[in-house]
């Protein structure tokens, strides 16, 4: 009887330990897919950072151009925020030989590539640049 007894209790322990062995796999396949969704998350908002640049390179362009003047942009800087809506920040360091001039966009970007301005000027982003 008391090998019967070592031999079941062999086996229950052997089962158990199995069943925590894969609950921890369960647990780091959980984490492991926590990972990727979040690395996901961070590609899209740095692949939608090139659409909006560009989008947003199209919006400066059209605001210097009532200037009649040599503005020219001398430098950029951009980036996202990963707030409940996720938003870029663009901002521009316009010259015209003589002064400086900043303006920036606080930008959007939907599922489908589209941008929609949240808030724009001189003051948007002014840190960005100075």
């Known amino acids: 009887m008391k090998f019967k007894e070592g031999i079941r209790l062999f086996i229950i322990l052997g089962f158990t330990f199995v069943l925590i062995i894969l609950s921890g796999c369960d647990q780091e396949n959980g984490k ?4 990727v969704d979040e690395s996901t ?3 899209i908002l740095y692949d939608n950072s090139f659409i909006v640049k560009e989008f947003a390179d199209e919006q400066i362009d059209e605001y210097i151009k009532p200037f009649n003047s040599d503005y020219v942009v001398v430098e950029a800087a951009y980036g996202f925020v990963t707030a409940d809506k996720p938003h870029y920040v663009i901002h521009y360091k316009l010259n015209n030989g003589i002064h400086d ?3 920036g966009y606080k930008i959007t970007v939907d599922h489908s590539g589209n941008c929609t301005i949240l808030d724009e000027g001189t003051d948007t982003s002014k840190t960005l640049l100075e």
């Open 32 to 35: 492991s897919q926590k990972e």
């Open 41 to 43: 998350a961070f590609q």
């Open 101 to 103: 001039l900043f303006y």
